[in-house]
């Protein structure tokens, strides 16, 4: 693979973004993270963000110009005229999505509007390993390369969220056909997925 772009924002400097997912101590002692109810709504909100820097780098023009149009015709009718959300899957054969959790997934899915073919990666990994933040989307590139889905020239949006609150991407480029590697973790099991889980 070739890593074609890499983008990382980070979104500290509003209060609510840097709570939201936060290391502290407990009342024991023991570091851990804080989770706050707002999470949700603060990665929905910086996802955004993150998009509006990422998407001239990746979309095809007419993605772009669609866009364009409408956060213009939001600017002159106001909250009735809401921003389309460019549709990334013309850019990507196949995305990555952060998989923090059912809701983050849910949520991600829903801003970006993806079907549940595109987050079914995302969920299969979280029921086959758990929630390991922000590294399981290396777990959904093997998922992947396990179903034999990745051609040469095939491209990749891996995006995924951090304390403090920040959002990465990274854009991958496939140079050749993927193969089956020996120690891919879904080896032993990719016979019995996607399950129906959701």
């Known amino acids: 693979m070739e890593l074609t772009h890499s983008l ?43 998009i509006k820097i990422l998407a001239p780098s990746v979309l095809p023009l007419n993605q772009l110009v669609s866009y364009a149009y409408s956060v213009v015709a939001t600017a002159f009718c106001g909250e009735q005229y809401k921003p389309v959300i460019p549709d990334f ?32 990666p995302a969920r299969m990994s979280l029921n086959r390993f758990g929630n390991t933040s922000s590294s399981l989307v290396f777990y959904e590139l093997a998922y992947f390369e396990a179903k034999g889905r990745v051609k ?30 020996y120690d891919n973790p879904w080896n032993d099991s990719i016979h019995k997925y996607p399950l129906k889980i959701w």
């Open 8 to 50: 990382r924002t980070h979104h500290g400097a509003d209060d609510s973004a840097y709570h939201a997912a936060f290391q502290e101590e407990d009342v024991k002692g023991v570091t851990g993270i804080s989770l706050t109810k707002d999470l949700i709504r603060v990665a929905a909100v910086n996802l955004r963000e993150h």
């Open 89 to 120: 899957t013309t850019a990507f054969e196949h995305i990555c999505v952060h998989t923090g959790g059912k809701a983050v997934i849910e949520q991600v899915g829903r801003v970006m509007k993806l079907s549940d073919s595109v987050t079914e």
């Open 152 to 181: 040469k020239g095939d491209k990749m949006w891996m995006i995924a969220f951090g304390t403090g609150f920040k959002v990465g991407s990274l854009v991958w480029k496939w140079i050749r056909d993927s193969e089956s590697e």
